[in-house]
């Protein structure tokens, strides 16, 4: 890797990451096609010069980058920039085979294609928008996932929603574990915590710091507007302007012996709107208290 730094592990750190979204400016998770208005050069100065320390970037952006300048330009951007981590998704039913209806291998290779390139600190990977079943039928697809991103050198981060087949996160930790694979974990983003209803407790009994691969930090209102899955691509707010208890979330965390990056990701009409350089500051600055509480 040129520069002579390793994305592949994220050391004990306080450092906050810009999630896919934070960066992505005026485009919706669920538009037929969610590209980044905003070229990746001006993102990737945006993100650093807000002061984070990585960036996330979804799969719809990848592939519009890897078809234009190509991953090896995208790398050599990030090499040349401040930013010392990157993060990769997203992919859901990954566990439906090749050609099959449904499959999303395309997304797939992609994302592998991606890791071998930019060495993420992990690929996050989704489920699907259903009711939650049983799990244990996907293990062997998840083991064979994990496996193909360690072989590119990266691991794979399960993130648990409250409206998916993979509800909360110990379900999802419990997941992660049954692969055997120490390459597969779980992501922790506060909004599907609180919105599942998962408590501390439960976040005590089922994680360890070795099966959290990162967290991502965010807020909302008390109530739910329209569905779930509405709410958390309309509503979120910025850290300290919510209900969630963000500082018993991160002791938790920090308890139960996470010390990676701490992601912030902020999904809202308002967010969206706002110039890319003043969202990236507010986001930083609404999260770097939390994580760096004052003596």
């Known amino acids: 890797m040129t520069g002579g730094r390793d994305r592949r592990i994220a050391p004990k750190t306080t450092e906050l990451i810009a999630a896919c979204w934070t960066s992505a400016g005026d ?12 070229p990746i050069a001006d993102r990737i100065t945006a993100v650093s010069d807000a002061g984070f320390a990585g960036m996330g970037i979804v799969a719809a952006d990848l592939a519009v980058i890897r078809d234009d300048i190509g991953l090896p330009a995208l790398r050599s951007m990030l090499d040349d920039s401040p930013l010392r981590y990157v993060e990769i998704e997203l992919l859901e039913r990954w566990w439906i085979p090749r050609g099959e209806n449904g499959s999303t291998h395309d997304t797939r290779d992609l994302l592998l294609e991606a890791a071998e390139i930019l060495r993420p600190t992990h690929i996050k990977i989704g489920s699907e928008n259903a009711p939650p079943q049983d ?16 072989e590119r050198g990266t691991r794979i981060a399960i993130e648990p929603m409250p409206f998916s087949i993979i509800s909360t996160i110990p379900d999802g930790a419990d997941l992660a574990r049954a692969t055997g694979d120490p390459a597969c974990g779980v992501i922790v983003d506060a909004w599907h915590v609180f919105r599942a209803g998962t408590t501390f407790d439960e976040l005590r009994s089922s994680l360890t710091g070795d099966v959290v691969f990162g967290v991502e930090l965010d807020d909302a209102d008390e109530d739910v507007v329209g569905s779930l899955f509405d709410d958390t691509i309309d509503n979120r707010r910025l850290c300290g302007e919510g209900v969630f208890d963000l500082n018993g979330l991160i002791s938790v965390l920090r308890e139960v012996g996470y010390d990676g990056t701490w992601g912030v990701e902020i999904l809202s ?27």
């Open 135 to 150: 799990l244990e039928p996907l293990v062997d697809a998840l083991r064979v996932l994990t496996r193909e991103a360690a």
């Open 27 to 38: 485009v919706r998770p669920d538009a037929p096609h969610p590209v980044s208005p905003i």
């Open 269 to 295: 009409d308002d967010f969206r709107r706002m110039p890319l350089d003043l969202a990236l500051t507010r986001a930083h600055e609404s999260a770097v208290a939390l994580v760096h509480p004052l003596p």
